[in-house]
């Protein structure tokens, strides 16, 4: 990898969601995020929901003790969060705003009014020489609070762009897309690395991927979606396959 290539973190959230559909272990998201580092991802990201809804707490350890790549913890900033991550130690803790009733994470972290609770857990992740991001909106004022509370990483979020990009409205899209742009040579411009990720498609990655200071997408939903519809027809052959076999003389 040079040093200027952008790094793609795969999110296997949604293997576990269609896994919990069923109960049982399969399909595992262990073996998932193998199957994406064969492929060419650079890290996965997993986000350990206070409701359990996909990821588990035993997929966070087996992820860990798996990886050759580094895994990005994603949480709330939660003293019970903390107290796994510290246990866990992953390469990277990704910050993230948590609403019970939301189906995704829905906006970014408010650094501002949250600065007095969520100093003393980025200090305490940091000392454990755990990499702090923080799932921000893509706003200058926003990247200086990130600066002020001393995480070297935030990560810009995405969600605004990418439903503008869905809805095919032009306008909206350049101006979501302008803000990302803005936001990351600000934050660049006070030394923050620069991520982003939510609700990234192949159709709407391309502007995003191309600004120069983002280091690193994390990718989930659609990739777990696209996976489907790649993978369906081999999938349905496999199972004929299996079928004919048994009744073969
Ligand atoms: N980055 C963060 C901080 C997230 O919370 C999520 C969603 O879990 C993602 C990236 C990935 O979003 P998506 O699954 O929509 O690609």
């Known amino acids: ?90 390469h990277a803790a990704c910050l993230v705003p948590e609403k019970r009733e939301e189906r995704t ?49 935030v990560e810009l979020h995405t969600g605004r762009y990418c439903e503008a990009a869905l809805e095919d409205d032009a306008a909206r899209t350049a101006h979501e897309l302008a803000r990302l742009r803005h936001a990351a040579e600000h934050g660049a411009g006070l030394g923050l690395e620069i991520h982003a990720g939510h609700g990234l498609t192949r159709d709407s990655v391309g502007p995003v991927a191309a600004l120069p200071q983002i280091r690193e997408l994390n990718i989930g939903h659609a990739l777990i979606a696209d ?5 369906l027809a081999r999938a349905v052959q496999d199972m004929r396959a299996a079928m004919d076999r048994a009744r073969r003389p």
Do not use: C, W
């Open 1 to 90: 990898m040079t040093s200027d290539t952008q790094r793609l973190g795969v999110n296997i959230d949604h293997v576990a969601t269609v896994r919990n559909a069923r109960g049982g272990a399969y399909p595992d998201p262990v073996q998932a995020a193998l199957l994406a580092v064969e492929a060419g991802a650079d890290g996965i990201t997993a986000h350990l929901r206070e409701d359990r809804r996909h990821i588990r707490d035993a997929d966070i350890a087996a992820l860990k003790r798996s990886l050759s790549v580094p895994l990005n913890f994603e949480m709330a900033a939660t003293d019970e969060m903390v107290a796994i991550a510290l246990a866990t130690r992953p």
């Open 105 to 153: 994470t829905e906006g970014g972290l408010d650094i501002v009014s949250g600065r007095e609770s969520l100093a003393p857990r980025i200090r305490s992740l940091a000392g454990a020489g755990i990499r702090v991001s923080l799932f921000v909106e893509p706003e200058p004022a926003v990247m200086e609070a990130a600066r002020a509370l001393g995480a070297p990483v």
């Open 227 to 231: 996976a489907i519809f790649v993978g």
